[in-house]
């Protein structure tokens, strides 16, 4: 049953500038925008906060465009947007994949990857892509900027370092060299939470993430090790089973999850031809 919004404070900044003031002074505030994850928590009465500062009305948080050969992209970016922007399709293709399989188009219409990546499911589908990429996040302060790379942001389950008084402004993703790849496995394509998600770039170095594993997303360390070394698919495989820590949930089971981590795995390295021959062994685990 939606709980009440009686007793509830609600402040509309005009201004970036004007929110980070709020946020230092009117503290405790929680951001709000899409509001696609916020307005679930309401409907179902969990909804603990009370007071809250609408940013969805900032335009300096909203956009995508090149600077220095970074992709920057503002917090407010809505899906849809991702999925429309040249720049994403041409820069981080796999970006755009991943806000295709968000929700259906209303949630992509009003879901924002800053929302995303500041709510830290570690189903959320373009975490992985932001982990695959080594993205930099970018928190802003009524006195200060600092940039924090993505994979150093999370600091367990849902929770992240951002600090009370900080907005997370912005996203800076360097070139990315090699082929791009992402997977999402759930009971449908979209308009569902995933029981894994993949993003992956091939390569003689490749990098791959995973979401709805662990706690939170994770860069694969020590099977992206195993592959630079020239290591087997079985190898990284097995290594792979190992780095990740699934649970048993009403989505799926954690010896599901390992299964299916370990053949995509396969299907990425077979699909970026980052292994050749010794790939195909792999495929039956």
């Given at each position: 049953?939606?709980?009440?919004?009686?007793?509830?404070?609600?402040?509309?900044?005009?201004?970036?500038?004007?929110?980070?003031?709020?946020?230092?002074?009117?503290?405790?505030?929680?951001?709000?925008a899409?509001?696609?994850?916020?307005?679930?928590?309401?409907?179902?009465?969990?909804?603990?906060?009370?007071?809250?500062?609408?940013?969805?009305?900032?335009?300096?948080?909203?956009?995508?465009?090149?600077?220095?050969?970074r992709?920057?992209?503002?917090?407010?970016?809505?899906?849809?947007?991702?999925?429309?922007?040249?720049?994403?399709?041409?820069?981080?293709p796999?970006?755009?994949?991943?806000?295709?399989?968000?929700g259906g188009?209303?949630?992509?219409?009003r879901?924002?990857?800053?929302?995303?990546?500041?709510?830290?499911?570690?189903?959320?589908?373009?975490?992985?892509?932001?982990?695959?990429?080594?993205?930099?996040?970018?928190?802003?302060?009524?006195?200060?900027t600092?940039?924090?790379?993505?994979?150093?942001?999370?600091?367990?389950?849902?929770?992240?370092?951002?600090?009370?008084?900080?907005?997370?402004?912005?996203?800076e993703?360097?070139?990315?060299?090699?082929?791009?790849?992402?997977?999402?496995?759930?009971?449908?394509?979209?308009?569902?939470?995933?029981?894994?998600?993949?993003?992956?770039?091939?390569?003689e170095t490749?990098?791959?993430?995973?979401?709805?594993?662990?706690?939170?997303?994770?860069?694969?360390?020590?099977?992206?090790?195993?592959?630079?070394?020239?290591?087997?698919?079985?190898?990284?495989?097995?290594?792979?089973?190992?780095?990740?820590?699934?649970?048993?949930?009403?989505?799926?089971?954690?010896?599901?999850?390992?299964?299916?981590?370990?053949n995509?795995l396969?299907?990425?390295?077979i699909e970026?031809?980052?292994?050749?021959?010794?790939?195909?062994g792999?495929?039956?685990?």
């Open positions: 049953m939606m709980s009440s919004v009686a007793g509830r404070v609600l402040l509309q900044p005009r201004s970036l500038k004007d929110a980070l003031k709020m946020l230092r002074d009117e503290a405790p505030l929680t951001p709000l899409g509001c696609t994850d916020l307005y679930v928590a309401l409907n179902f009465g969990t909804l603990k906060e009370t007071r809250f500062l609408d940013l969805w009305g900032l335009d300096a948080l909203r956009g995508v465009e090149v600077r220095q050969d992709l920057t992209i503002g917090a407010l970016t809505t899906y849809t947007e991702l999925i429309r922007s040249k720049q994403v399709r041409k820069r981080l796999m970006l755009a994949a991943a806000a295709g399989e968000v188009v209303q949630i992509q219409n879901g924002t990857i800053g929302g995303n990546v500041a709510n830290g499911s570690p189903a959320g589908d373009t975490l992985p892509v932001l982990a695959a990429a080594d993205a930099v996040v970018v928190l802003q302060s009524a006195g200060d600092r940039r924090v790379p993505f994979n150093d942001f999370y600091t367990g389950y849902r929770k992240h370092v951002g600090r009370a008084d900080e907005l997370l402004v912005a996203f993703i360097p070139r990315v060299r090699g082929r791009q790849w992402f997977r999402k496995v759930g009971t449908r394509a979209a308009q569902a939470i995933s029981k894994i998600v993949i993003a992956g770039v091939g390569g490749p990098r791959l993430a995973f979401g709805s594993v662990a706690p939170t997303v994770i860069r694969a360390r020590r099977t992206e090790a195993v592959l630079a070394s020239g290591g087997t698919i079985v190898d990284a495989q097995r290594t792979l089973v190992e780095e990740l820590s699934p649970i048993d949930d009403i989505r799926s089971t954690a010896e599901y999850r390992r299964r299916v981590a370990a995509l396969a299907r990425f390295l970026t031809q980052t292994l050749r021959a010794s790939v195909r792999g495929l039956s685990l």
